[in-house]
């Protein structure tokens, strides 16, 4: 397994969870680029957050900046989506990515991961 997110559940509106994501050694590179995305019943994949293994960048979609936090701990190759505030139209299943070359200019493009985990469901109820 190449990616392997981890971390959904049920929380009510407000509420906090955490999620994880474990990269190998194929997805893993320090000038790469990780990302969180989600998808909600009958939509397209939105992105929520990015970060470069170097940690010199992070990038973030206006619906979540200031509540979502987006992480990294290369030792362990594991990135983090720390999420506060939860509200109902958070709910969806969240997919990390990895682009092991990824370049700053495309840290938000779905299109430029090539490697996905297999989705973790987060359910906020009201």
């Known amino acids: 397994v190449q990616l392997q997110a981890s971390g959904g559940g049920l929380v009510q509106a407000g509420g906090s969870l955490r999620l994880s994501c474990a990269a190998s050694d194929v997805t893993f590179s320090f000038n790469g680029n990780m990302a969180w995305f989600r998808q909600s019943s009958g939509k397209e994949h939105e992105f929520v957050a990015a970060?470069?293994?170097?940690?010199?960048?992070?990038a973030y979609a206006d619906s979540v900046k200031g509540r979502f936090t987006i992480s990294r701990e290369n030792a362990k190759k594991m990135v983090f989506l720390q999420m506060n505030s939860l509200k109902p139209e958070d709910t969806a299943v969240y997919y990390c990515a990895s682009n092991p070359r990824g370049i700053l200019s495309t840290m938000r493009l779905r299109n430029a991961y090539h490697y996905w985990g297999q989705g973790t469901l987060v359910t906020v109820s009201s």
């Open positions: 970060i470069r293994w170097s940690g010199s960048s992070t």
